[in-house]
């Protein structure tokens, strides 16, 4: 259930260097041309992964709509070439000034489609690499470059389809169309109705949820359970605090209707729109006409409102699993404290996996154990092994 979230620390970057950040975001040209291109991408924690090729060498990527611009982990910047455009100073979580690097990407090749001088802002993104644990990442690739040229997101097949000739990426008639009203630079925004409320959320493939808003207010008129703990990560790292969660029974994405759909609301949150969304659809995004085009490739399923009274979740830095998470208000297992490490999940030792074993059990044998009503626990507390059965809490 945790949530990765790559873009807002570098939106927040980006807005706050300059009052002419405009120039920035849309500074860059694409030097091919006539080019139609199927990328394969690897779909690692429900985010994107492109691999690019800067200065000969390749680099790992989030494919990231959410991101204004690119950016990239600090260790980068010894190693590519860039023309620096501005250092800034930005608040960091510890509310200290960090010191960052605003540069200029001379050429960016995503399987030989050059991407010319776009803006990239670096920042030591370990916290977000060390959450994403199984896979390699080096940075995001921005908004600024995915602007230059024409997309198709193919989540089923797994490959991204670009072109600078629109007419060469096939939709169906019967697809969804958003009006995208995406302006000139910066990120896309589509409105979703809950309780009667136009909400503008961002579209973000950089977010690996479905959908997430910050009104607070609206969970007084709706059935919800909330949890604490840790939340996900972001460009800084883990995240921890409150979530609530709530089943909408009717509400709409723009003009499209949708029904029993589960919405995170998490106080001072951005509203986002992610891949666990977007993925049942192929995704085109037509910048000439303005609109994002869905076509589904498999049918939306009606969520539930039902977790775990504790959650284990994987720490990939110490390649082990703990209790992260748990429902706020439940009375049981009140004595386990978050933290707490898991030796055995039912009749899975997961007590010394290793970073690459806990990787493949997280995606796999996980993914069946978490669809049942509850499972069985043994977890090492103030150095004792000790047996619990956790059941899942459905909404009251």
């Keep these: 259930m945790k949530k990765l979230k790559t873009s807002l620390f570098a939106l927040t970057v980006i807005l706050l260097f300059s009052c002419s950040t405009s120039k920035y975001k849309m500074q860059g040209t694409v030097e091919s041309q006539n080019f139609f291109k199927e990328i394969p991408f690897q779909l690692v924690s429900n985010l994107i992964i492109v691999t690019v090729e800067i200065d000969s060498k390749n680099y790992n990527l ?26 800034v100073k930005v608040n960091s979580t510890t509310s200290s000034k960090r010191g960052q690097q605003i540069g200029s990407i001379p050429k960016i090749s995503l399987d030989g489609i050059e991407f010319n001088n776009t803006a990239a802002v670096f920042l030591d993104l370990s916290g977000l690499i060390n959450a994403l644990g199984c896979f390699p990442i080096h940075g995001v690739l921005g908004n600024n470059l995915i602007r230059k ?32 009203n995406a302006g000139k630079s910066g990120n ?14 961002t579209f973000d493939t950089g977010f690996t949820g479905k959908f ?3 009104k607070m207010e609206l969970l007084a008129e709706l059935k919800h359970q909330t949890v604490e703990g840790v939340l996900g990560a972001d460009a800084l790292g883990i995240t921890t ?7 909408i029974e009717n509400f709409q994405l723009e003009d499209m209707p949708l029904l029993n759909q589960r919405v995170s609301f998490e106080s ?12 049942n ?25 039902s977790f775990f009274e504790i959650m284990p979740s994987p720490n990939y830095e110490e390649a082990i699993i703990k209790i992260q998470r748990r429902i706020k208000g439940s009375k049981n297992h009140l004595d386990v404290p978050l933290g707490t490490k898991v030796l055995k999940i039912d009749t899975h ?27 069985k626990l043994l977890i090492l507390q103030d150095n004792i092994e000790r047996e619990i059965t956790v059941n899942k809490f459905p909404s009251s």
């Design 62 to 87: 989030i494919f990231d709509t959410g991101a204004e611009v690119h950016f990239l982990d600090h260790s980068l910047a010894s190693q590519i070439n860039f023309k620096s455009i501005k250092k």
């Design 149 to 180: 040229s024409n997309w198709q997101i193919d989540y089923q097949n797994q490959v991204i389809r670009v072109t600078d000739d629109f007419s060469k990426l096939k939709t169906s008639k019967d697809a969804h169309r958003l009006k995208m």
């Design 188 to 201: 896309i925004y589509f409105d979703i109705k809950i309780a009667g409320e136009n909400i503008k959320s």
């Design 212 to 214: 997430q808003v910050s």
């Design 241 to 247: 605090g409150e979530e609530s969660y709530a089943l």
């Design 268 to 279: 001072g949150a951005s509203s986002l729109i992610g891949n666990k969304f977007w993925s």
């Design 281 to 305: 659809f192929t995704l085109t995004i037509d910048w000439k006409n303005d609109v994002l085009i869905l076509d589904p490739i498999k049918t939306l399923i009606d969520d539930e409102l």
């Design 349 to 375: 030792d997961v007590s010394n996996l290793g970073k690459t074993k806990l990787c493949d059990f997280w995606k796999t044998e996980w993914e069946e154990i978490k669809k049942q009503n509850s499972i």
